[in-house]
């Protein structure tokens, strides 16, 4: 039995076997071959075994995400019996008696430098497909596994140095029971991933447990206390099933009055929210109880798209999702790429510190074709329901300025083509970067609302980076410095009369409803599985009291100190 300690990132206690994921070195070498015929048929076998991959990874999208999602992995499917390909690869095999690795790579590269001089954008999109599926080829040739996930079959606690976002989104979720990586931090992608699926996640638990694992290893994962246990005996698992037992009964009952107001007890109410990222979260949302959309991540589309997503596919979207809603609000986040968020397609330029360089309204302010589109489809999506448009890494006024100027642009443009658009657009900014915070009374005159990112604020507010484990206990939101941010903000909004939300993952933890309830918070948004814990929280609680704690828990000098006055003063919530 060995324990591993790290960061507790999302609750909840999982036990079962370990699957590692480990990232795949795909270098060959260039050889001749004495015999071009055994080498194309030991070419034909690695296509064969990546059409039935593909067939694989098209039903698993259709089950887990949707089929237009899905569609991706048909289409690469018809890309494996591209004659001309195949025609160039069989060539180089037969003629130059070279092996199938490099003529596979020989023969894609030159078709694809011949697409993409062509400068047309469906074509380059094609180049995209292309080379990923040449990839899953060469995989096979080589004889080692593409995809992280491959050869998990049975639910698994997930251990790896890292999850990427775009790894997430082939993943089957029914086989996953907690994730624990080496990096990152509480408010990294893993982390919220975890949370919105409900499972367990620890991060920062060091590189050894790499080394130590094995798959198939039995674990118990919990996330509550941040701690990993390899080869638990059977006294620890029978208490780990004890206490997962024990959450999942509270979770039930929670769930029962997941559609009732978070009223507290005084009769002071307050908004309950959901974070998405696509149409199947939207669902997720309105069964867990929420009142609206309190930050729709559009990003999460275009990384889940093979192309930057045009106009017309983002408005089906934005459309799909807002009918789910009829005349619910849902802020609608435009595009927030930059820091660790990149989109295959779109070549981002080389920074030295990308979480301070071109990220979020930055990057599209500096260049307008990659937010135009999405403007014109959510004003488009917006007829017939009630859109928020909310821009993000807002430092400066003039960035909400000339963000104003090209929703207003759109609405020009649109008008002239005689498209019916909804005059009732709220627009609204993040306060996630602690200047935006003490300029908040000027902001708040430039919109109608503001959403607290306490991922952002708090990890630029402590500079302390929000995906290295390393800083991960330095990087919180209950730190008394964000705390004073958010109480600043808040005062300002109110002070003009706009409303004020919060949006980061602060918003799920039971811990923070006191304080955030206290600060005069008007709408917590959060992932969905959060929301019937929180309102029950929220129900249980004082507005009047928690208003009174607010002006001791400020004075606190740490945020082990405030979390601790919290778990004293409010022991019901417990
Ligand atoms: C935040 O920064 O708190 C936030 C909600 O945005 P994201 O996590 O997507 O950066
Ligand atoms: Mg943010």
Known sequence: MKTFNGIAISPGIAVGPIFKIRKADISFQRKSISNPQMEWLRYQEAIAITKKQLEDLYSIIKRNVDEKDAEIFH???????????????????????????????????????????????????????????????????????????????????????????????????????????????????????????GLAAVAGIGSDILNVSEDNNMAILDGDQGLLVIDPDNHLIKDALFRQNIAIIRQSQNRLHANDPAVTIDKHKVEIFANIGNEKEAKEAIIAGCEGIGLLRTEFIYMQSDHLPTEQEQYCIYKNILDIFGMKPVILRTLDIGGDKKLPYFDLPKEENPFLGQRGIRLCLAYPELIKPQLRAALRAANGHNLHIMFPMVADISEVKAAKELISVCYKELNKEGTLISPSIKIGIMIEIPAAA?????????????????????????????????????????????????????????????????????????????????????????????????????????????????????????????????????????
Do not use: W
């Open 438 to 574: 003490l300029i908040a009374d000027k902001l708040a005159k430039e919109v109608d609302f503001f959403s607290i990112g306490t991922n952002d604020l708090s990890q630029y507010t402590l500079a302390a980076d929000r995906t290295n484990a390393s800083v991960a206990n330095l990087a919180s939101a209950f730190h008394p410095a964000v705390l004073k941010l958010i109480q600043k903000i808040i005062i300002d909004a109110h002070a003009l009369g706009k409303k004020v939300g919060l949006c980061g993952e602060l918003g799920s933890e039971p811990e923070a409803a006191p304080i955030l309830l206290g600060l005069g918070l008007d709408e917590f948004s959060m992932n969905p599985v959060a929301i019937p814990g929180i309102k029950s929280v929220l129900r249980q609680l004082s507005f009047e009291n928690t208003q009174a704690f607010v002006n001791s828990v400020l004075q606190a000098p740490d945020s082990a100190s405030v979390k601790k006055m919290v778990r004293e003063s409010f022991p019901q919530i417990f």
């Open 75 to 197: 289409a690469q499917l018809l890309m494996l019996e591209d004659p001309d390909l195949n025609e160039s690869i069989h060539q180089i095999i037969e003629v130059d008696h070279i092996n199938s690795e490099s003529a596979l790579m020989d023969a894609v590269n030159s078709y694809i430098a011949n697409i993409e001089s062509l400068q047309d954008e469906y074509l380059r999109g094609r180049a995209i497909d292309i080379r990923d599926v040449a990839k899953k080829v060469l995989c096979n040739l080589l004889n080692i596994k593409e995809s992280p996930f491959d050869g998990l079959c049975q639910p698994s606690i997930i251990i790896a140095d890292d999850i990427a976002p775009s790894d997430t989104a082939i993943m089957d979720k029914s086989l996953v029971l907690g994730f624990c990586t080496v990096k990152g931090g509480a408010t990294s992608h893993v982390a919220i991933l975890a949370r919105s699926m």
